[in-house]
């Protein structure tokens, strides 16, 4: 029987019979350098493809443009700048034929143009003289005080010899009809009237105090007052004309 193990050689008693071997550097081969060579050159290639432009800017989106200017903005004057003039002209056109804007003056200016877009052009100063001032009634609008008066215009000389114009009061006095300065939310109104003691719920967009009194706003921004006739009827609409100046 023939063994592999009869032919090989134990490492050990090859090195002890063979010192000199450890001895020797083993010299690792050298990798060859292989020469390279760059070379450029320009050519014109032909791509046979179309090039289109998609734009995502969703601010520029003319149909809805439209559609807030002429169901919800309803501009009585405009200036349209920021876009291309070809666009600028067609909102222009747009707005000047829409019936539901009624825009009384369209300005398209140019680049460096200056526009005059005083809705006055002709603005006077008036004064008032003290009795006038004194017998009016002012009523709180938010951060202004509002009054009606009845008056007429006069003109005065100053000392500088300058003519003023100035309001007088009429002789006799002339009644008017109440005006209402406000735009109260139910929402405020509600707070109101549960700080006053007055339970307010809404039921269906209606505000329904008490279970005696529905107060909601109509489709023509006017806010309506409905209920039985009684004490609660007449201390929710007192607390309801607090929230407007009414001159």
């Known amino acids: 029987i023939i063994k592999h193990e009869h032919f090989t050689v134990d490492?050990?008693?090859?090195r002890e019979e063979n010192?000199?071997?450890?001895k020797a550097?083993?010299?690792?081969?050298?990798?060859?350098?292989?020469?390279?060579?760059?070379?450029?050159s320009r050519i014109k290639t032909q791509v046979n493809c179309r090039v289109?432009?998609?734009?995502f800017e969703g601010r520029s989106d003319g149909e809805s443009i439209k559609r807030i200017l002429s169901a919800v903005l309803k501009p009585r004057q405009m200036i349209i700048i920021h876009g291309t003039p070809d666009s600028s002209r067609h909102l222009a056109e747009f707005c000047s034929k829409s019936k539901d804007m009624g825009v009384s003056h369209i300005f398209v200016p140019?680049?460096?143009?200056t526009v005059n877009a005083t809705s006055e052009r002709h603005i006077y100063q008036v004064k008032l003289k003290d009795a006038l001032v004194?017998?009016?009634?002012f009523s709180?609008?938010?951060?202004?005080?509002l009054a009606w008066i009845d008056a007429v215009i006069g003109i005065q000389m100053t000392e500088e010899k300058e003519q003023v114009a100035v309001l007088e009061a009429l002789p006799t006095k002339s009644s008017h009809t109440p005006v209402f300065i406000n735009e109260p939310r139910l929402s405020d109104l509600r707070q109101v009237l549960n700080k006053n003691g007055i339970q307010a719920d809404f039921n269906g967009g209606v505000l329904v105090c008490n279970g005696k009194v529905a107060i909601r706003r109509s489709t023509a921004g006017k806010v309506q007052l409905e209920g039985t006739?009684?004490?609660?009827?007449?201390?929710?609409r007192s607390l309801l004309y607090s929230l407007y100046a009414i001159i």
């Open 134 to 137: 004194t017998a009016a009634k």
């Open 25 to 40: 550097a083993v010299v690792p081969d050298m990798p060859e350098e292989i020469p390279t060579k760059c070379v450029t």
């Open 229 to 236: 006739v009684c004490d609660d009827y007449y201390k929710i």
């Open 19 to 22: 010192p000199d071997v450890e």
């Open 140 to 145: 709180r609008a938010k951060d202004a005080e």
């Open 52 to 55: 289109k432009f998609i734009d």
């Open 110 to 113: 140019g680049v460096g143009e």
């Open 11 to 14: 490492d050990e008693i090859y």
